[in-house]
């Protein structure tokens, strides 16, 4: 029995009985009297529960007077010792995915898995401190917009924002039917059926410039079918795909490459020299052009010819500009 079955345990003897003596405690839980002390000590001071010793009777109760003061309350799970240090590792990553963010959500939510992960034998604040996570290029993103386009997921509710595109420079105004959240590459997406197009659309969130929530329905597309289309293209880019791009990645990368998934419905083959094939489909080749990159020199555009021919364009630009002069 770990500690927080332990305290459900003793809450529940509690509950049942007029009084339960150390004992008692003792026999049925199969610890020592240091334990039993330290159980009750957390449910008094840790989860506010109203325990007492009475002297007269020799044992342990729930006082009859309600105190003024915060609200006792069992933790609604259980958790053993694995399944608490995982909650330690997700509660860290919550913390670290976009600082305040969600704070307003899950500062409730943390008090509560505080209390919880306080029953543990191994010190929370250790674990944490022994987990780090780096999430270098992360973006900030106002809190007022994400706290609208958020409510306007849950609530169905249909959108006006105005958008900025990065690639034209320019702003424009949509009303949007919001589907659903995506957080991908450290960024927050918005996908949704847009009423200006008559199609789904993704917005980046750090691109919306403002939201405003309207009072009609929002036009529900099922889930399955948004899936669906949002994963035929590459990357976080929507469509049906036009073409597919074919990649041989040399055998010094090609385990490690092997190993990624590129796509949902890539075609992969190993050649005879150890090399990999890879074909990837996609609708839009900017965030395909930059996963290549990421592997040169060890991976060759085999077709399309304008993939190719993109990706030599982008190199010797950049070359142009880093060259001696």
Not at 133 to 142: D, Q, S, V
Not at 175 to 183: E, G
Not at 226 to 246: D, H, M, N, T
Request: include cysteine; hydrophobic fraction near 40%; proline fraction near 5%.
């Amino acid at each position: 029995m770990n500690s927080t079955e332990r305290l459900h345990k003793i809450h529940h003897m509690l509950t049942q009985r007029h009084i339960v003596t150390t004992e008692q405690f003792v026999n049925e839980l199969q610890v020592s009297v240091s334990t039993i002390k330290r159980d009750l000590t957390f449910l008094r001071d840790r989860l506010n529960a109203p325990v007492k010793f009475d002297y007269e009777l020799g044992g342990y109760c729930f006082e009859k007077i309600q105190h003024v003061g915060p609200k006792y309350e069992m933790p609604g799970l259980w958790f053993n010792d694995s399944e608490l240090h995982a909650l330690v590792t997700m509660q860290k990553l919550l913390n670290e995915l976009q600082p305040g963010l969600l704070s307003p959500y899950l500062d409730p939510l943390q008090a509560k898995l505080q209390a919880i992960l306080c029953s543990m034998k191994d010190s929370p604040e250790e674990i944490s401190n022994r987990i780090l996570i780096l999430a270098p290029n992360k973006r900030e993103l106002p809190l007022e917009n994400f706290e609208v386009v958020a409510t306007a997921v849950v609530r169905r509710r249909r959108l006006k924002i105005v958008h900025f595109n990065r690639g034209t420079q320019t702003k424009t105004e949509r009303i949007v039917s919001p589907q659903q959240l995506v957080y991908y590459r450290d960024n927050w997406y918005l996908d949704s059926w847009c009423h200006l197009r008559k199609d789904i659309r993704s917005f980046a969130v750090d691109a919306i410039v403002s939201a405003e929530l309207m009072p009609d329905k929002a036009k529900d597309v099922s889930l399955n079918s948004l899936r669906e289309e949002l994963s035929e293209g590459y990357g976080i880019f929507s469509g049906k795909p036009l073409q597919w791009a074919k990649l041989r990645i040399t055998n010094v990368a090609a385990e490690w490459a092997s190993k990624r998934i590129w796509h949902s419905n890539q075609k992969s083959t190993v050649d005879a020299d150890g090399s990999l094939l890879l074909e990837v489909p996609y609708t839009d080749d900017r965030e395909l052009i930059q996963d290549i990159s990421a592997w040169l020199p060890h991976v060759e555009v085999i077709l399309p010819n304008s993939l190719r021919e993109k990706l030599s364009e982008i190199l010797r630009a950049s070359l142009d500009k880093n060259s001696a002069k």
